[in-house]
């Protein structure tokens, strides 16, 4: 999944997009779309510290 996933940014030329899944009961990942401005902040919380684990991974990135 993750290959396509990069796929899809490289064609429609995006740096990042917040891309948006249903998983199924059965455990099938079905994608729903891709926003290139996709919101997070909303879910930001001491027990969900998405903003912490964003810059933890951009740090990374960065450092390669």
């Known amino acids: ?10 064609v429609m030329d ?4 917040a891309a948006d ?3 199924q009961p059965s455990g099938r990942w079905l994608f729903l779309e891709a926003d290139p401005s996709g919101q ?3 879910t930001n ?6 903003a912490k684990a964003i ?10």
């Open 40 to 42: 997070w902040a909303w």
């Open 55 to 64: 810059a933890t991974v951009l740090e990374e990135w960065c450092e390669l």
């Open 14 to 17: 995006l740096a990042c997009f």
């Open 45 to 50: 919380s001491p027990d969900l510290p998405v």
């Open 1 to 10: 999944m993750l290959q396509s996933l990069r796929r899809y940014a490289a």
């Open 21 to 23: 899944f249903i998983v």
